[in-house]
């Protein structure tokens, strides 16, 4: 049933979006800004000058974008193993495939997904890292005054290549990475349960937890870059491509600068794979 993989990788995917934007706004700014000392400075600067709803700034474009990126992330996933093990994905409990066919799979899932995914992750980021506080009467506007407006002064002043930049790190950071994803989940749940049966409720979100978590990890050096990459641009050209902003955040801030935001990247990846997962799963079986 592939097109209905689809739609339920785009439901859990907004679900598990709505669940970790807050989360994913304090990685942002932690990535891309130095003038934080740590998750709750920036949690307490968010909150003190921009109220709550600065937590959820560029949320309503990806809950109809990236949550549909992540429908072709499951979906591509699903289907590549159905080719490659000639088993459904309902079926995979009963008739496991190999950890190789799972990995390619999700590898080839994350390449597809970071095409589809590269304009639209690049606005949330420019959307999140505007720091404006609350607006008072005769205080300045924001650069952006929503996603279209952000796509169209990007697209105004960086042209078709800024709408696409940072879009090859993503490339990058995604296809090993949810390879790794997908293998961790798997692995979990096989261990969790006895041979032959579905996982149970509590098992898959532990699995989907684990998952984001080993994700994460071997995501965030790239991710950094990537974000960086992203914002470059925006008022001055610092970095000439990935390598050099690569090796000049190593000289100007150490190796310490690759694991920006891995403590926030694993508190959110936790609880929104776990909901991920436990929302597909369930979604697949009600329609089995």
């Not at 950890?99 to 899932?109: E, K, P, R, S, W």
Request: glycine share 10%; proline share 6%.
């Amino acid at each position: 049933m592939p097109a209905e993989e689809f739609v339920a990788g785009w439901v859990s995917g907004a679900l598990g979006l709505v669940l970790g934007h807050p989360f994913d706004t304090i990685k942002v700014r932690l990535q891309s800004q130095n003038k934080y000392r740590g998750i709750l400075d920036c949690a307490s600067q968010i909150y003190r000058h921009e109220s709550v709803l600065g937590f959820f700034k560029g949320m309503s474009f990806p809950i109809a974008s990236i949550a549909l990126v992540n429908s072709v992330l499951f979906g591509v996933y699903s289907n590549v193993l159905l080719v490659l093990t000639a088993t459904p994905y309902q079926e995979r409990w009963t008739h496991p495939a190999m950890y190789t066919d799972i990995f390619l799979a999700g590898c080839m899932g994350g390449f597809v997904q970071s095409y589809c995914l590269g304009p639209f992750d690049l606005i949330k980021v420019r959307l999140q890292n505007q720091t404006e506080p609350r607006l008072k009467p005769g205080s300045p506007q924001p650069r952006y005054r929503g996603p279209l407006h952000c796509m169209a002064s990007i697209l105004q002043k960086e042209g078709v290549q800024g709408l696409l930049r940072g879009s090859g790190t993503l490339m990058l950071r995604d296809t090993p990475t949810l390879g790794i994803y997908f293998v961790t989940y798997e692995w979990f749940c096989r261990y969790s349960t006895p041979k032959g049966q579905e996982p149970s409720s509590t098992t898959v979100l532990v699995a989907g937890g684990f998952a984001g978590i080993a994700s994460w990890v071997t995501a965030t050096p790239l991710d950094v870059i990537k974000c960086r990459m992203q914002m470059d641009g925006l008022k001055e050209r610092l970095y000439r491509g990935v390598v050099h902003c690569m090796a000049s955040s190593l000289r100007q801030e150490g190796p310490g600068v690759f694991f920006r935001g891995l403590t926030i990247n694993s508190a959110r990846a936790f609880p929104v794979n776990a909901v991920t997962f436990l929302s597909y799963e369930y979604l697949l079986r009600w329609w089995g």
